[in-house]
Each structure stands twice: as structure tokens, then as C-alpha cells.
DNA sequence: GCGACAG
DNA sequence: ATCTTGTCGC
């Protein structure tokens, strides 16, 4: 026992600071749960809930909405969503966009009644500077399986892969490979794969390109970031 | 010091 | 992220 039964909590101690911010990174990527690339552990694609959240902004209000959206994992059709809106916790800072997202983000799923066997996030997971994005952060405060999916290479180099949906390349952080660019649309630029938490790089890519079955984004996202930007104006 | 920089 | 209409192309 012990996945989560009382919700999703936001920590007490939420960083004010970027030292403070920082230095919470590199405590809590120690709890992170890495499977291999090619490990087929975890969630099964294809099936399944998997929940896309997305968050939008008002700066001018400061007002923040987020949305989840949960979709069934092999028809991609809407099972259900929830939205929660509150006031903008941390500026935009690169490398700490968890710190801004997440607890609008923790919002929305305490309010869906659904419990996703896959969260998809708009951003990334172990492709971050201290290996400890959006997704990560996310996977490790509520014990879900957990991927990040960009839509820009951030900090990272690539080749271009193949022209192909399906073909991918390494997204590298100097030599290291943290992250996939994936083709989910013949002719489309990539979309930058990352994992998050208890699941497998390969794994990752294979639950995307499944979600990006009609457009370049995964459905989840889509779906989350429509609905964040109707309950930021509602809001 | 300068430029780059998920959303 | 957000400011923002039409428009070229399949």
C-alpha cells in the first residue's frame, strides 16, 4: 500500500527563491524511479488512462489555470477533466518551470475523478539541467508514472530524424542521451520525448506516438491545453 | 561579461 | 506562455 489514497498534496515548503527552488531539485531527483530505456515495466500502451495536463497564464491578473484531461489510452476519446485556478506561485525561470506549474497542476488532479495510469506534461522530465524537469517533479509528489513531451529542443542538441512518423533521433545534453526528438507526423517537426518517472524512454515514445495519432501533439495535451485556456478566461 | 533558454 | 487575421497549401 502507499501509492496515494488522500490525493495529491502540494508541499508546504514551496519555494520563494531560485536557490531555494534549486536546491529542492536536487533533493528530490534522488526519488525518482528510472527504468531502463527499453524496459517495458510500467504503463501499457494503447490502453488504459492516461491524463494530459497544461497550465495558462493571465500575468496581467496574475491568475493561473490549469487543466487534466483524462483520456481512454487506446480510443484517445475524453473519459473526463477538471480544471483549478489560483494565483501564479513562481515566475518563469528556465529550469525551474515545475515551480510555476505544479501546483495549479496538483489542483486539477485532486479534482479529477479519475486516477491516471500514465500523466503526460507539456515540457520535460530528465532532459533538464539538473535532470529534474516538469515531469519528474510531478511523478515523484503524486507516485504516477510520468512523461514529458516539448515542443521546442530547449537546451538541447539533435539531429534531424528521419522524415518518417515514427523516426526519432537523440536528443543529447553533451554526449548524454536525455531525451528523444520523435517524428509523430510524416514531414512535421519532431516533438521532444522525455521520461519522467517509473517508466522507459522507449516507452515514452511509444505511448506519444500513440497519442499523436491525428496531430503533431499528443492528444492529452491538446485536449488540456484547450480546456486551461477556457478556464483562464472563465476564471 | 554575453547569449541561450521547457512554458 | 502571450500579443493576434488572414492566408497559402494539401
Redesign the pocket.
Known sequence: MSQRTAGYRLPTDWPTTEAEATAVQLSLRERVERYADESVEGPAVGTGTVVGV??????ERDVVAAAAVALDGGTLEVLASATAVGRVAFP?V?????F??IPAVLGALERLDRTPDLVVC????L??PRRF???SHLGVLTGLPTI?V??????FRFEAPGPRRGDWSPLLDGGEEVGRALRTRDGVKPV?VSVGHRIGLAAACAHTLALARDYRLPESTRRA?SL??EA?RAG
Request: net charge negative.
Open positions: 497544461d497550465v495558462a497564464y493571465d500575468d518563469y528556465p529550469g525551474l518551470l515545475a510555476r506549474e507539456d515540457g520535460y522530465g532532459a533538464h524537469g516538469l515531469a514529458g516539448a515542443k521546442n529542443p530547449f537546451t521532444f491545453d486551461c485556456r483562464l
